[in-house]
T-cell receptor
Framework: DGGITQSPKYLFRKEGQNVTLSCEQN?????MYWYRQDPGQGLRLIYY???????QKGDIAEGYSVSREKKESFPLTVTSAQKNPTAFYLC???????????FGDGTRLSIL | EDKVVQSPLSLVVHEGDTVTLNCSYE??????LLWYKQEKKAPTFLFML????IEKKSGRLSSILDKKELFSILNITATQTGDSAVYLC???????????FGSGTQLTVLP
């Protein structure tokens, strides 16, 4: 089945540790996006990529990094510089620019 | 700075009621307004509205966009408990087609 797969579903981070969230899509979508959602709030854009080997910062990129080495993969690293990483992280992708974004099931990140 | 505001923040109704959810936006280089339904996990796409005054319908759900007044509404008729969710609206803009989301409306439908 085609879709967007995020893993793991739950992740725990220790102080000073970097963690990487996986996002894979087999929809042949060009653009991919990472969002952060805090309780009771909407989604905020962290990073996005429109083509392989290119990505741009969103509204809240500080403390995060990404790579886009393959069209189907867009991993997000939450670095130790992100002081408040506890949140629900959602990955999305779309085909052409005026098509809606579709989302994976998300990863919940917590601090130990 | 782009902004999307939804109201009400939460709403509790009984099955069979009709609800109207509101979304106002201030988005530079606006292209479209999108509605999503979120039940615990991934937001699922409902509607994409690009033209003003043209209603989109899907079963008991319908939505319309007013580009002059910069708002959209989502109507749900004959609500069911399965409609309980957070409803998000988002403005699509820019060359990268970025989405700016509102904070959502939490709808609870009681039996």
């Amino acid at each position: 089945d085609g879709g967007i797969t995020q893993s793991p579903k739950y992740l725990f981070r220790k102080e000073g540790q970097n963690v990487t969230l996986s996002c894979e899509q087999n929809l042949n979508h060009d653009a991919m996006y990472w969002y952060r959602q805090d309780p009771g709030q909407g989604l905020r854009l962290i990073y996005y990529s429109q083509i392989v080997n290119d990505f741009q910062k969103g509204d809240i990129a500080e403390g995060y990094s990404v790579s886009r080495e393959k069209k189907e993969s867009f991993p997000l690293t939450v670095t130790s510089a992100q002081k408040n990483p506890t949140a629900f992280y959602l990955c999305a992708s779309r085909t052409t620019p005026d098509q809606p974004q579709h989302f994976g099931d998300g990863t919940r990140l917590s601090i130990l | 700075e782009d902004k999307v505001v939804q109201s009400p923040l939460s709403l509790v109704v009984h099955e069979g009621d009709t609800v109207t959810l509101n979304c106002s936006y201030e988005v530079t280089n606006f292209r479209s307004l999108l509605w999503y339904k979120q039940e615990k996990k991934a937001p699922t796409f409902l509607f994409m509205l690009t033209s003003s005054g043209i209603e989109k319908k899907s079963g008991r759900l319908s939505s319309i966009l007013d580009k002059k007044e910069l708002f959209s509404i989502l109507n749900i008729t004959a609500t069911q408990t399965g409609d309980s969710a957070v409803y998000l609206c988002a403005g699509l803009a820019g060359s990268a087609r970025q989405l700016t989301f509102g904070s959502g409306t939490q709808l609870t439908v009681l039996p």
